[in-house]
């Protein structure tokens, strides 16, 4: 007959086996999970990030376009005139060329401004046409392209005339080479009407290779990269592929179902990414839509994603056969004393492999299985810390310590939310530090950073009850809920006091500027939070522009 000790070492030894194992067996289940979304999440993140940079830069340009626009037909006198007086096109053409260029100058990567009038109302080589050389600073005067030379048809060199007036409204031109004046680029060309007039367009030429370097330079583990498609999935921008290229028919269908994903409206986010097969290799990719209708698409072999959670995973098992053996020599010795602990441990692994970390271990014994309990509470006490820290980083701006552009747009969501079910009573304010290119290129990149963290340390004292948000590299918006325009309109006045007190006691030579402006949601108005931010954000325009003609 077998003795009491031998059945309870047997009982104890299949129990510990069998726990061994299922607490492994759900750690490597839950570790596969946990490291696959974790890497999709960053995957995603800075397929974000470097889409957020692409977008700003987009947006700067068209924002630049539409103010050229609008300051042409402020200063138009009329169609008649333009018809009847041959001297009034240039005379009108050389009143627009100093905006025209400084715009350019101040928009990145810009290499042409133009405005064009219409051949039907005047000259064909009416308007004007500057440029700059490839790596050149100085904009230099061109002749205008003869619209009458080419046919409507010839995109390479007057594509940006009749497309935009075809579509009448802003477009973005695909990417092409322009031989004009010999550069690869990509332009956004608003047409002019007035009173019913087609009068021209305006429009702004970007060196693509600007856009390019900051594709080119995102790179994810060892051999990810990014690229740019159109909205059709054809190649804008490859290291590997000819630019125009189908991906739907490339290489015998391999991208067709990726491409498929491409043509729709839907983007990858949270721990999404989406499988395709390039050159035989298995790859992971992530994407998102630019404002230009192009894909930014982040991409990576399934194989370098999966090497970390492989490496984990063998470590795992190792540290799980680890602690088995150690466990197993415990209980041949120490059995009634191992019931409690394993139990205990049991407990904790199972709660821990469910995601709850709010576990309390109460063994503190001197051996293998207080080490155990140790590496448990280690275990939980740094999985505490990385998850805080992965909130942290995903919702806080790492310079400034306020809200980032991640929590802004879920704060937007939020509120169109609350606008679609009741009428909220709140407002926004966005801020712009002025002239931080200036200093930056003055006084360097650190300086200018120190010129951010004050501007924001003002604005978050200043509305110290509200949250602040950078939601870009000099932008701040603050969201002001249950603020009418009175309380908005002080807090906007106590920041102007404090940027005075500031700039009387600083002692780092630099005057501090920030342009701002404050919108009130206004239900009869206002469909979206969106709506509310468009006419804060151009008062804060206005604001900037005053303060620049004050400086002057």
Not at 100 to 116: F, I, K, M, P
Not at 210 to 238: C, M, N
Request: charged share 25%; net charge negative.
């Amino acid at each position: 007959m077998k003795s009491i000790k031998t059945k309870v070492m047997t009982l104890v030894l299949l129990c510990l086996l069998f726990s061994s194992a299922a607490i492994g067996g759900t750690g490597i289940i839950k570790t596969y999970h946990v490291v696959t979304a974790d890497a999709a999440q960053a995957m995603n993140l800075l397929c974000t990030v470097r889409a957020e940079k692409l977008n700003r830069i987009l947006s700067e340009i068209m924002l630049s376009t539409e103010t050229l626009k609008n300051y042409a037909l402020a200063e138009f006198e009329g169609v008649e005139k333009l018809q009847e007086d041959a001297s009034y096109a240039k005379a009108f053409s050389d009143k627009l060329v100093g905006p025209a260029v400084s715009t350019a100058e101040n928009t990145q990567g810009a290499v042409a401004v133009y405005l064009r009038f219409s051949p039907e109302l005047t000259d064909s080589q009416s308007g004007f046409f500057y440029s700059r050389e490839r790596g050149g600073s100085d904009f230099e005067k061109q002749i205008p392209t003869d619209l009458s030379v080419y046919d409507k048809t010839d995109t390479e060199h007057v594509g940006w005339f009749y497309h935009a007036k075809e579509n009448g409204k802003g477009i973005w031109m695909d990417p092409y080479f322009n031989k004009n004046i010999g550069v690869q680029m990509i332009s956004y060309v608003i047409p002019i009407y007035k009173d019913g007039y087609f009068l021209g367009v305006v429009g702004l030429d970007i060196n693509f290779e600007y856009l390019q370097e900051i594709v080119s330079e995102t790179t994810v583990y060892r051999t990810g990269y990014a690229f740019l498609t159109s909205d059709t999935a054809k190649v804008v921008y490859h290291k590997d592929i000819s630019n125009g290229t189908d991906l739907e028919t490339y290489n015998n269908g391999e991208f067709q179902d990726f491409a498929g994903l491409l043509k729709q409206e839907q983007e990858s986010s949270g721990d999404t990414l989406y499988s395709y097969i390039y050159n035989g290799v298995p790859k992971n990719a992530s994407f998102l839509s630019l404002v230009n209708g192009m894909k930014f698409v982040l991409t990576a072999p399934v194989s370098e994603i999966e090497e970390n959670l492989n490496q984990l995973i063998k470590q795992v098992i190792i540290q799980m056969l680890f602690i088995l053996a150690v466990a197993v020599c415990i209980s041949i010795c120490v059995t009634r004393k191992l019931v409690k602990p394993l139990i205990e441990l049991n407990t904790a692994a199972q709660k821990i492999a469910n995601g709850d970390l709010d576990v309390l271990l109460t063994c503190h014994s001197h051996d293998e299985i207080g080490t155990l309990s140790e590496s448990f509470r280690q275990t939980v006490a740094h999985l505490k810390h990385y998850i805080d820290y992965i909130n942290n980083l995903a919702y806080r701006d790492l310079l400034t310590g306020v809200k980032n552009r991640t929590a802004y747009l879920e704060a937007g969501t939020k509120m169109d939310e609350m606008i679609r079910l009741k009428k909220p009573e709140f407002a926004l304010a966005v801020f712009d530090v002025n002239n931080l290119k200036a200093v930056n290129d003055a006084l360097g990149h650190e300086f200018g950073d120190m010129v951010i963290i004050d501007s924001s340390k003002l604005i978050s004292k200043v509305f110290r009850k509200y949250p602040v948000y950078r939601i870009g590299g000099d932008e701040f918006v603050v969201i002001l809920e249950d603020v009418g325009t009175e309380l908005c309109r002080d807090l906007m006045a106590q920041l102007e006091t404090e940027l005075s007190v500031y700039n009387k006691h600083s002692e780092k030579g630099t005057v501090l500027s920030i342009a701002g402006g404050a919108a009130v949601y206004t239900p009869e108005t206002d469909l979206t939070f969106g709506d509310v931010f468009k006419r804060a954000d151009s008062i804060m325009y206005e604001n900037k522009t005053e303060k620049k003609k004050a400086k002057s």
